[in-house]
């Protein structure tokens, strides 16, 4: 991954681990250039605007989204999130769990078929913008959590695992209104490698 430092604070620009076009047909190339380039870019370029000549330009972005509040939180926020949110995919995604994270999905949410329907029925009836999340504790319990706006898991001192980016920016390009089937078809490039890559960080 090539990072781009931004002068002058710990921010960095981060690019996207595959190729823009690698995940269609389900993400479009002009969705992730327009995600990417200038939605996520646009985060990362506001906070550099707003924490320079404050305590927060030396801090690491985690960092600034646990401490902030107000306009620094959201883009703080956003630009953790999204990072975070393009590296869960992949081109070559395994398309289901396995091992620890797969018994412990089993154990709080009946089975992998189950944890998906639950997290596209919260997606469906979250209103307005946000973000869906499927996070653990310490112990590796699993939480499915809903959050408004730029909001993650982070600010509960849980581990986020998985989002879903329920902004209309995210979808409306290629799927209009149709959240449903933007929602069904991220199943098929969430790389669960990644996903169990995060929840035995998560759990130590
Ligand atoms: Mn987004």
Same mark, same amino acid.
């Given at each position: 991954m090539t990072m781009t430092t931004i002068a002058t604070t710990l921010l960095t620009l981060v690019e996207l $681990? #595959?190729?823009?076009?690698?995940?269609? $047909? #389900?993400?479009?190339a002009e969705t992730m250039h327009f995600h990417h380039d200038k939605h996520y870019a646009s985060y990362v370029a506001k906070l550099e605007g707003l924490i320079s000549?404050?305590?927060?330009?030396?801090?690491p972005l985690e960092e600034i989204v646990r401490s902030s509040d107000g306009a620094i939180f959201d883009n703080a926020a956003q630009a953790w999130n999204h990072v975070f949110y393009f590296e869960?995919?992949?081109?070559?995604?395994?398309h289901h769990p396995t091992g620890e994270l797969q018994r412990a999905i089993d154990v709080e949410f009946g089975s992998f078929a189950a944890l998906k329907q639950i997290m596209t029925d919260v997606s469906l009836s979250l209103f307005g913008s946000g973000w869906v999340w499927l996070a653990a504790d310490r112990d590796g319990r699993l939480y499915i959590i809903t959050k408004p706006?730029?909001?993650?898991?982070l600010t509960d001192g849980l581990t986020p695992l998985l989002s879903i980016d329920?902004?209309?920016?995210?979808?409306y390009i290629d799927y209009r209104n149709m959240r449903k089937d933007a929602v069904a078809n991220l199943w098929k490039v969430i790389d669960w490698n990644k996903i169990e890559e995060r929840y035995n960080n998560a759990i130590g």
């Open positions: $681990p #595959y190729a823009y076009d690698s995940l269609e $047909p #389900y993400i479009s000549d404050t305590h927060y330009a030396t801090m869960q995919f992949s081109p070559h995604a395994k706006n730029a909001g993650t898991p329920l902004w209309e920016h995210a979808y």
